[in-house]
């Protein structure tokens, strides 16, 4: 066989779809999809603190009564949240090694700060989430949570989540995580639609302003609960702990 015969056979053998450019997009898209959808979830059952005691530890109780399952889901959000964080950094320093001239400024007026700025931000969430399951999740940096129990013997949820936030350096920590993610959901939801094929002229001031809204509402969601409870619109049971 020919060197020709060789390279000929190269250049058309298939590339595996994670190694090329627009394989990545697609699994940061399934990706992100999926994070989207947790997240949103995530912050309606949270929601439920304003509903009070009982029914936020009942929506706890009936999480945890998924036994395994609940574990296996967990695990594969982590999962998805990794493959997402992998090919976000591989997709950044591509893009940044495709640069003709890098000591040149660009000024690219497409590109928002959201977009300039998406790879630290999900690092910031990356790392926030970190703490946010050793927190509130596995109750590593305060053990003393999993003694909290409610009058019919469910692990209280509802004033575990008011103590932590009663702490304003917590809370306060709490509100920047969620400034940045919804600073990254502003254009990461915009990039999704537009892997989807969602890119038409027309539709790209829509999808913009339908990206900014998410993200505000989920900032306005996620950040309500540390700013209800730090004015009191969530209380501890009448009489406190046990």
């Given at each position: 066989?020919?060197?020709?015969?060789?390279?000929?056979?190269?250049?058309?053998?298939?590339?595996?779809?994670?190694?090329?450019?627009?394989g990545k997009k697609i699994i940061m898209a399934i990706t992100g999809i999926t994070f989207v959808g947790f997240i949103t979830g995530h912050m309606l059952g949270n929601l439920q603190i304003f509903?009070?005691?009982d029914r936020l530890n009942a929506y706890a109780e009936a999480l945890q009564g998924l036994g395994a399952l609940l574990w296996f889901i967990r695990a594969f959000l982590l999962a998805f949240i990794a493959l997402h964080i992998i090919f976000a950094i591989i997709l950044y320093f591509e893009n940044r090694?495709?640069?003709?001239?890098?000591?040149?400024r660009v000024h690219n007026i497409e590109s928002s700060l959201a977009s300039?700025?998406?790879?630290?931000?999900g690092l910031l969430i990356f790392f926030f989430v970190t703490y946010h399951?050793?927190?509130f999740t596995l109750i590593v940096t305060n053990p003393e949570y999993a003694a909290l129990k409610d009058s019919l013997g469910r692990h209280d949820v509802y004033s575990m989540m008011i103590l932590g936030f009663?702490?304003?350096i917590i809370s306060g920590v709490y509100i920047l995580a969620i400034l940045s993610l919804s600073f990254h959901l502003?254009?990461?939801?915009f990039s999704l639609f537009q892997t989807l094929g969602l890119n038409n002229a027309a539709w790209v001031p829509r999808l913009r302003m339908i990206s900014n809204i998410f993200a505000v509402l989920i900032f306005i969601g996620y950040v309500s609960i540390p700013v209800g409870i730090l004015f009191?619109?969530?209380k501890l049971p009448e009489g406190g702990l046990l």
């Open positions: 066989m020919s060197a020709v015969q060789v390279d000929t056979m190269s250049v058309h053998q298939p590339q595996a779809v994670y190694k090329t450019s627009i509903l009070g005691q090694s495709s640069r003709p001239i890098r000591n040149v300039r700025t998406k790879i630290f931000s399951l050793l927190h009663q702490n304003y502003s254009h990461s939801v009191n619109l969530a």
